[in-house]
């Protein structure tokens, strides 16, 4: 059975770092294209970060470009998502995503996780 559960988020404060991870089992994470989503109070969804299994090419949405960064693991079959100074907009549950497709549109997601919710103090 397929499955993305993520782990990590809490309350911080403004200008810390938090590191999410997120556990895929039921495929090997390293045939999709991994990334992560936001969603924060009351507003729509956002693409926060993904990475492509075969050229590691990393694209970040520009509101967290030069703060986080995303990886994995392919033995543990781990994505991760590295947050750096962090801001209070950053505020959101933060879903980790699995996609056949290298893009940003949520539409093209495979699978999902439920998401983790992070909330940024100021």
């Known amino acids: 059975q397929v499955a993305l559960v993520e782990s990590g988020g809490r309350v911080v404060q403004a200008g810390d770092s938090l590191t999410l991870s997120c556990v895929a089992s039921g495929f090997r994470l390293s045939n999709f294209n991994m990334g992560w989503f936001r969603r924060p109070p009351n507003k729509e969804l956002e693409f926060v970060a993904q990475?492509?299994?075969?050229?590691?090419?990393?694209n970040l949405a520009d509101s967290v470009k030069g703060r986080f960064l995303i990886s994995r693991d392919n033995d543990k079959n781990i994505v991760y998502l590295q947050m750096n100074n962090l801001k209070p907009e950053d505020t959101a549950n933060y879903s980790c995503a699995a996609s056949a497709a290298y893009t940003s549109l949520p539409n093209y997601v495979n699978y999902w996780g439920r998401g983790t919710l992070v909330t940024v103090s100021s």
């Open positions: 990475l492509n299994p075969k050229s590691n090419a990393m």
